[in-house]
């Protein structure tokens, strides 16, 4: 399963999430850090992958401050997320609509793929999931 | 003869000394005048104090506090200054000092005898401008201790107190004419230096020049945290990170001088008598100061552009003595003086505050915009690509469409609520902005401003038919795409800010009905006015406005405390565009409920009923 962090609504990622599903992956959307936490406690098990944005509301459970308003909240959470032994070895992408050096430094350094909306289509994110060998939670023969 | 010796000598020390007048006069009185000591004292009339200010042939070691500051009462020259506001001698003389009353008062006693001190002559300086007035106020004393064989004279006492009253005025305007000369320097060449960087050296260097003080701190506001952020400082105590040190409104005695907007003066932080200012002044952080707090005043900094607008605050503590490193306290010109940099400082302020908020909204803006072209983009990159695949659902073509079309329309939106932004700034004649045609108020604004929202309501799960309309309408004489931008945003702002734990709650209702003349109150009763037209009530079951932010919320780029903990995303522009644009068309909006529900009322006058208007001088001003 595929847990995504992600507020922006279901319409705007509608390409990705189609794209996933057709190609057999749960997908399960978390709009905000608590939802997210809430998720984890009731999937961990399932959670194959993390996809996180980086433009977030702070919720309850993150800091406004550290995540400069949310501004950088999904940096926050993949922080917290890698120092926590429960859920440091789940694989981690960045879908992002933002573009800036300092993120896609921080990914690098963190060896996290950074995925920017602007230029990643499905398909791409779909490629991304593959190289990262997440299988898809259900098997799709395709005639 | 030796007034003449005197007025000479005068003349050629005023003419020769910049804004240290005071000191050179001195050394200029004691060529002339044989005497075993003088001095000059500066009398602070809202401390009841005085503080030495130039001395000769004495030199006090500092920590001897009283022979640099100390209070009136029980000293000598507080004595000698009550006995001459009964009468209206030019001069005080003391045949000896260690005769009573006078040696009771007389506090260095040890000083008078190791210079074996005895006669005295003091000539109360009178404020030069406040004489010119008619009113009799003492700002200085200057204290004579000459050889016996002086003769004192009221036609020297006369030539001392004019010349001595005339040097502290001049010191005062050359004082200021200097600060400004500084600082404006330090504009002029800032190049691309940023405000911290400009501020570092007129508070460590330029002002300090002028009020000798240990502390000084300058806080900026923002609007998007709401709350004053550090900008500059001598030093904070404990050595902060500078992110970390802020106040909100209200907060400690800097956030209570940016709440009330007016200054105050703290003689004493150790002898504060007033309770709530004594609460208010456990501040978080305070100056570095190497000597116990004491005195302190707090300014707020006013944008030049809006007069009761805040742009910042700033706060000095501990003004030290202008000879000696000792606690003096502040006085109403230390106050006035530093209001008067505050006013070339506020330039700076403004620029920077108008870049800080012209980057926000720009990266907001980016934001904003690219996701609906992004859900565009990717709709379509779907589409294209599994247009002819057999796997493609039929019910998802449509899907991907109506995806597509929502999200141009949004798009559209959202671009003309930029454009209303730009032409409300741009300095265009209202006549050129709009496009004036009858239009029903119900059936060609409301509802399609409510169609407008459809996609926005549809993604968020809430039904459309919970907005609903009632109530009478009239025909205006109006912009119709400016008034559907109106309620495009009013309408999306009550949907971004509804409850989002009970999502079956959503509802707004827009209702209309004719004004005739009766009074307007907002919410906490504050006229509004007596006027004729109709008042629109949008009402929404939403989280509500929090009384303080009342008139906030019409701010650019405003956005509500603690928003960033939800999901609501937004410029902050929609209800600037909202009151701008009413604005422009003489109507006026307001909260008149702050919850459950919130109610936001719109007064429409008579005058657009009809086109008249658009032929009057007023409808071809430019834009406020």
Known sequence: MILWVDDDTIPSLRAYYDELIDAGYHVEIARDPDEMWDKLAEYLDKVNCIIMDILLPTGNSVDREEADMGYSTGLVLLQHLKNDEKFKDIPLIILTILNESKIKAWAKKNNIPFCNKQETTSLDLLKKLKELKIPPDRVIHEN | ?624
């Open chain 2, 1 to 624: 003869m030796i007034e003449a010796q005197l007025v000479k000598a005068l003349l050629k020390a005023s003419i020769t000394s910049g804004h240290d007048i005071i000191p050179i006069l001195l050394k200029a009185v004691s060529s002339v005048i044989k005497c075993k000591m003088c001095s000059f004292w500066k009398i602070n009339n809202d401390t009841d104090s005085v503080s030495i200010l130039a001395r000769e042939h004495y030199y006090p070691p500092h920590h001897k506090e009283k022979e640099f500051v100390h209070p009136l009462k029980g000293s000598l020259i507080g004595y000698v200054i009550d006995k001459m506001e009964e009468n209206k001698d030019i001069f005080f003389g003391i045949d000896s000092i260690k005769n009573p009353p006078f040696w009771n008062y007389y506090l260095s006693k040890e000083r008078a005898l190791e210079l074996n001190l005895s006669k005295m002559i003091c000539i109360p300086i009178i404020n030069y401008e406040k004489h010119q007035r008619g009113e009799r106020i003492f700002e200085a004393i200057l204290n004579i201790y000459p050889e016996n064989e002086f003769i004192m004279s009221d036609q020297i006492g006369e030539i001392l107190r004019d010349q001595f009253s005339l040097a502290i005025s001049r010191s005062r305007l050359l004082s200021r004419e200097s600060l400004t000369r500084e600082i404006m320097k330090i504009y002029e060449s800032r190049g691309t230096k940023d405000l911290s960087s400009i501020l570092h050296p007129i508070i460590n260097r330029i002002l300090r020049r002028h009020i000798n003080y240990e502390g000084c701190s300058v806080f900026l506001w923002d609007p998007f945290l709401n709350r004053l952020n550090l900008e500059q400082t001598t030093g904070i105590e404990g050595k902060p990170k500078k992110q970390d040190v802020y106040y909100y409104l209200g907060e400690g005695i800097t956030g209570y001088i940016a709440e009330k907007k007016e200054p105050i003066l703290i003689h004493d932080l150790l002898d504060i008598k007033d309770k709530d200012l004594l609460e208010k002044c456990t501040h978080k952080w305070t100056e570095e100061t190497p000597h116990p707090k004491r005195s302190f005043f707090a300014l707020p900094i006013m944008r030049p552009s809006k007069s009761d607008e805040l742009l910042g605050v700033i706060r000095i503590t501990n003004k030290l003595n202008q000879i000696a490193p000792v606690v003096d306290y502040f006085d109403k010109g230390d106050l006035n003086l530093v209001k008067h940099a505050c006013v070339l400082i506020a330039l700076f302020m403004e620029n920077e505050q108008n870049e800080r908020i012209r980057i926000a909204f720009a990266m907001q803006m980016g934001h904003e915009m690219l996701t609906p072209a992004v859900a565009i983009k990717g709709s379509a990159e779907r589409l294209v690509r599994m247009w002819n695949s057999p796997f493609l659902p039929e019910g998802k073509v449509k899907s991907y469409l109506n995806d597509i079309l929502d999200h141009a329309k949004l798009q559209i939106a959202l671009t003309r609520t930029i454009e209303y932004i730009w032409k409300g700034s741009s300095g265009t004649p209202i006549s050129e902005k709009y496009q004036i045609e009858a239009c029903d108020l119900k059936q060609d604004i409301l509802i399609p401003s409510r169609k407008l929202v459809i996609p926005l309501a549809r993604t968020e799960g809430l039904k459309f038919d919970n907005i609903t309309i009632s109530g009478q309408y009239p025909v205006l004489y109006v912009d119709k795409f400016a008034f559907e931008q109106v309620f495009f945003n009013l309408l999306t702002n009550a949907i971004k800010y509804r409850e989002l734990k009970n999502p079956s709650s959503f509802q707004i209702n827009i209702d209309c009905k004719e004004n005739n003349n009766d009074t307007i109150n907002d919410e906490k009763n504050n006229y509004i006015g007596n006027l004729k037209g109709f008042l629109l009530h949008i009402d929404d079951n939403g989280i509500g406005i929090n009384p303080a932010e009342k008139d906030k919320i019409f701010l650019l780029g405003y956005r509500r405390k603690g928003i960033e903990k939800t999901n609501v995303r937004g410029l902050g522009l929609g209800l600037t565009v909202v009151k701008k644009i009413l604005d422009d068309f003489y109507c006026k909006i307001y909260v008149s409920n702050y919850k459950k529900p919130t109610r936001l009322t719109v007064f429409i006058p008579e005058k657009l009923l009809n086109n008249k208007y658009i032929r009057e001088k007023e409808w071809e001003r430019g834009t406020a």
